[in-house]
């Protein structure tokens, strides 16, 4: 590999990893959002079912991309 290929790959890994991290925050915006709702009481009984449902999604996308950056790049949650 020659250094302009490795510069290249460098550039679009600190790219993707920017963009990640835009809908990582996103998603962390979201969560926040989502949970306010959950304990909301003056919410509707469903509304907040619905809205614990959706967390707990998220929940799961926070842990399968935490442990996909464990073994990409060594990074533990």
Do not use: C
Request: aromatic share 4%; net charge negative.
């Amino acid at each position: 590999m020659t250094g302009m290929e490795a510069a290249t790959l460098k550039a679009q890994d600190f790219a993707s990893g920017l963009a990640a991290l835009k809908q990582f925050k996103e998603m962390l915006a979201k969560s926040d959002a989502i949970m306010a709702v959950v304990n909301d009481r003056e919410e509707p009984l469903d509304i907040r079912v619905e809205a614990l449902k959706e967390a707990r999604q998220l929940n799961q996308i926070f842990t399968t991309v935490a442990a996909a950056r464990d073994l990409v790049g060594g990074i533990s949650a």
